[in-house]
Protein backbone atom coordinates (compact mmCIF):
# COMPACT_ATOMS: atom_id res chain seq x y z
CA UNK A 1 0.00 0.00 0.00
CA UNK A 2 0.82 3.68 -1.23
CA UNK A 3 0.72 5.70 2.05
CA UNK A 4 1.52 4.89 5.86
CA UNK A 5 0.66 6.22 8.89
CA UNK A 6 3.41 5.48 11.40
CA UNK A 7 0.85 5.44 14.55
CA UNK A 8 3.53 7.58 16.53
CA UNK A 9 3.85 10.21 14.48
CA UNK A 10 0.47 10.33 12.60
CA UNK A 11 2.37 11.50 9.26
CA UNK A 12 1.93 10.32 6.02
CA UNK A 13 4.33 8.32 4.63
CA UNK A 14 5.20 10.02 0.97
CA UNK A 15 6.39 7.10 -1.59
CA UNK A 16 9.38 7.61 -3.80
CA UNK A 17 9.33 7.78 -7.08
CA UNK A 18 9.63 4.14 -8.49
CA UNK A 19 6.44 3.34 -5.85
CA UNK A 20 4.02 6.03 -6.97
CA UNK A 21 5.20 4.94 -10.46
CA UNK A 22 3.95 1.52 -9.77
CA UNK A 23 0.27 3.12 -8.15
CA UNK A 24 0.06 5.84 -10.60
CA UNK A 25 -3.64 4.66 -12.38
CA UNK A 26 -3.66 6.55 -16.35
CA UNK A 27 -5.89 8.92 -15.23
CA UNK A 28 -3.43 10.25 -12.62
CA UNK A 29 -0.83 10.34 -15.37
CA UNK A 30 -3.14 12.62 -17.45
CA UNK A 31 -3.62 15.10 -14.68
CA UNK A 32 -0.14 15.00 -14.05
CA UNK A 33 0.97 15.23 -18.04
CA UNK A 34 -1.87 18.28 -18.37
CA UNK A 35 0.15 20.09 -15.32
CA UNK A 36 3.01 19.34 -17.09
CA UNK A 37 2.21 21.08 -20.30
CA UNK A 38 1.46 24.09 -18.94
CA UNK A 39 4.19 23.98 -16.90
CA UNK A 40 6.08 24.21 -19.76
CA UNK A 41 3.95 26.34 -21.74
CA UNK A 42 2.00 29.06 -19.27
CA UNK A 43 3.81 31.87 -17.69
CA UNK A 44 1.54 31.47 -14.88
CA UNK A 45 2.28 27.91 -14.53
CA UNK A 46 -1.70 27.28 -13.49
CA UNK A 47 -4.50 25.63 -14.16
CA UNK A 48 -8.09 26.07 -12.55
CA UNK A 49 -9.71 22.40 -10.90
CA UNK A 50 -12.43 22.86 -14.12
CA UNK A 51 -9.92 23.31 -17.06
CA UNK A 52 -7.19 20.54 -16.00
CA UNK A 53 -10.14 17.92 -15.46
CA UNK A 54 -11.67 18.82 -19.17
CA UNK A 55 -7.97 18.84 -20.62
CA UNK A 56 -7.07 15.30 -18.82
CA UNK A 57 -10.62 13.94 -19.90
CA UNK A 58 -11.28 13.48 -15.76
CA UNK A 59 -14.87 12.63 -14.40
CA UNK A 60 -15.63 15.43 -12.21
CA UNK A 61 -16.46 12.32 -9.66
CA UNK A 62 -13.23 11.43 -9.15
CA UNK A 63 -11.13 14.85 -9.59
CA UNK A 64 -11.23 15.36 -6.09
CA UNK A 65 -9.46 11.68 -5.24
CA UNK A 66 -6.91 12.67 -7.87
CA UNK A 67 -6.10 15.62 -7.09
CA UNK A 68 -5.63 14.51 -3.15
CA UNK A 69 -3.74 11.82 -3.60
CA UNK A 70 -1.42 13.59 -5.93
CA UNK A 71 -1.41 16.82 -3.85
CA UNK A 72 -0.65 14.08 -0.50
CA UNK A 73 2.26 12.50 -2.78
CA UNK A 74 3.54 16.48 -2.89
CA UNK A 75 3.68 16.06 -7.16
CA UNK A 76 1.03 18.95 -7.04
CA UNK A 77 -0.28 21.83 -5.17
CA UNK A 78 -3.21 24.59 -4.82
CA UNK A 79 -1.83 27.83 -5.41
CA UNK A 80 -5.15 29.85 -5.08
CA UNK A 81 -9.04 30.24 -6.41
CA UNK A 82 -10.10 31.79 -9.80
CA UNK A 83 -13.94 32.35 -10.76
CA UNK A 84 -14.58 29.72 -13.47
CA UNK A 85 -17.40 31.16 -15.78
CA UNK A 86 -20.17 32.30 -13.91
CA UNK A 87 -20.01 29.71 -10.90
CA UNK A 88 -18.17 29.61 -7.76
CA UNK A 89 -14.58 29.73 -7.14
CA UNK A 90 -12.20 26.76 -8.72
CA UNK A 91 -8.90 25.65 -7.37
CA UNK A 92 -5.73 26.96 -9.04
CA UNK A 93 -3.26 23.85 -9.48
CA UNK A 94 0.34 23.47 -10.09
CA UNK A 95 2.93 21.30 -10.24
CA UNK A 96 5.34 21.12 -8.00
CA UNK A 97 9.59 21.05 -7.85
CA UNK A 98 9.20 17.36 -6.70
CA UNK A 99 6.30 17.24 -9.55
CA UNK A 100 7.86 18.05 -12.20
CA UNK A 101 11.20 16.33 -11.12
CA UNK A 102 9.03 12.84 -11.46
CA UNK A 103 7.62 13.95 -14.27
CA UNK A 104 10.66 14.87 -16.15
CA UNK A 105 12.23 11.04 -14.89
CA UNK A 106 9.15 8.45 -15.05
CA UNK A 107 6.30 9.60 -16.98
CA UNK A 108 8.03 10.11 -20.25
CA UNK A 109 5.73 7.59 -21.76
CA UNK A 110 2.82 9.97 -21.30
CA UNK A 111 0.74 11.42 -23.68
CA UNK A 112 0.98 14.95 -24.41
CA UNK A 113 -1.40 17.46 -24.35
CA UNK A 114 -1.24 21.02 -26.21
CA UNK A 115 -0.32 23.91 -24.66
CA UNK A 116 -3.52 26.17 -24.03
CA UNK A 117 -2.32 28.71 -26.89
CA UNK A 118 -1.77 25.80 -29.16
CA UNK A 119 -5.60 24.71 -28.60
CA UNK A 120 -6.42 28.02 -29.98
CA UNK A 121 -4.49 28.48 -32.61
CA UNK A 122 -6.02 24.80 -33.74
CA UNK A 123 -9.74 26.14 -33.20
CA UNK A 124 -9.01 28.99 -35.32
CA UNK A 125 -7.42 27.40 -38.25
CA UNK A 126 -10.46 24.97 -37.68
CA UNK A 127 -12.85 27.74 -38.54
CA UNK A 128 -10.54 28.98 -41.35
CA UNK A 129 -11.02 25.64 -42.89
CA UNK A 130 -14.59 25.42 -42.47
CA UNK A 131 -14.99 28.74 -43.93
CA UNK A 132 -12.30 27.50 -47.05
CA UNK A 133 -15.04 24.38 -47.11
CA UNK A 134 -18.20 26.27 -47.09
CA UNK A 135 -16.53 28.68 -50.14
CA UNK A 136 -15.67 25.35 -51.82
CA UNK A 137 -19.18 23.59 -51.43
CA UNK A 138 -20.90 26.86 -52.55
CA UNK A 139 -18.40 26.26 -55.94
CA UNK A 140 -19.36 22.91 -56.46
CA UNK A 141 -23.16 23.84 -56.19
CA UNK A 142 -22.62 26.96 -59.11
CA UNK A 143 -19.94 23.76 -61.01
CA UNK A 144 -23.60 21.68 -60.86
CA UNK A 145 -26.09 24.37 -61.68
CA UNK A 146 -23.21 25.12 -65.07
CA UNK A 147 -23.44 21.29 -65.81
CA UNK A 148 -26.84 21.27 -66.00
CA UNK A 149 -27.01 23.88 -68.09
CA UNK A 150 -24.23 22.44 -70.65
CA UNK A 151 -26.48 19.27 -70.46
CA UNK A 152 -29.17 20.93 -71.57
CA UNK A 153 -27.50 22.76 -74.56
CA UNK A 154 -26.29 19.80 -75.29
CA UNK A 155 -30.00 18.18 -75.58
CA UNK A 156 -30.55 21.41 -77.39
CA UNK A 157 -27.90 21.08 -79.68
CA UNK A 158 -29.00 17.45 -80.64
CA UNK A 159 -32.10 18.13 -81.05
CA UNK A 160 -31.67 20.97 -83.86
CA UNK A 161 -28.83 18.03 -85.47
CA UNK A 162 -31.39 15.47 -85.42
CA UNK A 163 -34.03 17.98 -87.11
CA UNK A 164 -32.17 19.62 -89.22
CA UNK A 165 -30.95 16.09 -90.59
CA UNK A 166 -27.16 16.67 -89.27
CA UNK A 167 -28.11 13.34 -87.26
CA UNK A 168 -29.72 10.54 -87.53
CA UNK A 169 -32.09 9.92 -84.41
CA UNK A 170 -29.88 6.74 -83.83
CA UNK A 171 -26.64 8.40 -84.29
CA UNK A 172 -27.62 10.91 -81.55
CA UNK A 173 -28.90 7.79 -79.57
CA UNK A 174 -25.96 6.68 -79.70
CA UNK A 175 -23.68 10.20 -78.93
CA UNK A 176 -26.47 10.53 -75.96
CA UNK A 177 -27.24 7.16 -74.31
CA UNK A 178 -30.51 5.37 -74.42
CA UNK A 179 -31.88 6.50 -71.33
CA UNK A 180 -30.91 10.51 -72.12
CA UNK A 181 -32.45 10.32 -75.92
CA UNK A 182 -35.35 8.63 -74.53
CA UNK A 183 -36.03 11.55 -72.57
CA UNK A 184 -35.29 14.17 -75.21
CA UNK A 185 -36.76 12.50 -77.81
CA UNK A 186 -39.49 10.73 -76.06
CA UNK A 187 -39.39 7.15 -78.02
Avoid at 48 to 64: E, F, H, I, Q
Avoid at 95 to 105: H, I, K, N, Q
Avoid at 155 to 162: G, K, N
Wanted: aromatic content about 6%; some cysteine; glycine content about 6%.
Amino acid sequence: MIEHQDSESKEQFIPDFDEMDEHLDRRRKDILAVLRAVDNSDESRTINTSDLRRTAGVPAGSMTNHMQKLERWKLIECVGRAYVGGGSKAKVWQLTDRGREFCASHLDELRTFPAPEEVTALQNRLVELEGEVSEVDEEMSRLDSLENEVDQLRDVVMQIAVNTGTLSKEEARDAMGFTRYRRVFGD
